[in-house]
């Protein structure tokens, strides 16, 4: 079963640096795109970040300079470094990955069970 895992968030003071992590497993012939999206109370989810297969990334004006997105290919693997961080920045991100299952022709969206971040003071 293909799922998406995250890691990495927590409790952070106003200022202060976490970094997300988030591994592909399962049977995968592949993955294209991979992005974070957060998700404040009493807002909708929006975009953070993303980065294609070869390493093009697009963040949100929000988190320009103070985040950035990577993947490791050979780990099936995206992580959102997040610095600078502000009270607004508190949400549940969730991590999103285009992937095609082995045993499918197909291409799907996959996404994380979403992991707290919470950006205190």
């Known amino acids: 079963q293909v799922q998406l895992v995250e890691s990495g968030g927590g409790l952070v003071q106003a200022g202060g640096s976490l970094r997300l992590s988030c591994a592909a497993s399962?049977?995968?012939?592949?993955?294209?795109?991979m992005g974070w999206y957060r998700q404040a109370p009493g807002n909708t989810r929006e975009l953070v970040a993303e980065i294609t297969r070869g390493g093009s990334t697009n963040y949100a004006d929000s988190v320009k300079g103070r985040f950035t997105i990577s993947r490791d290919n050979a780990k099936n693997t995206v992580y959102l470094q997040m610095n600078s961080l502000k009270i607004e920045d508190t949400a549940v991100y969730y991590c999103n990955a285009r992937m095609r299952p082995a045993i499918s022709s197909i291409e799907y969206t996959y996404w994380g069970q979403g992991t707290q971040v919470t950006v205190s003071s």
């Open positions: 399962g049977s995968i012939f592949s993955i294209n795109g």
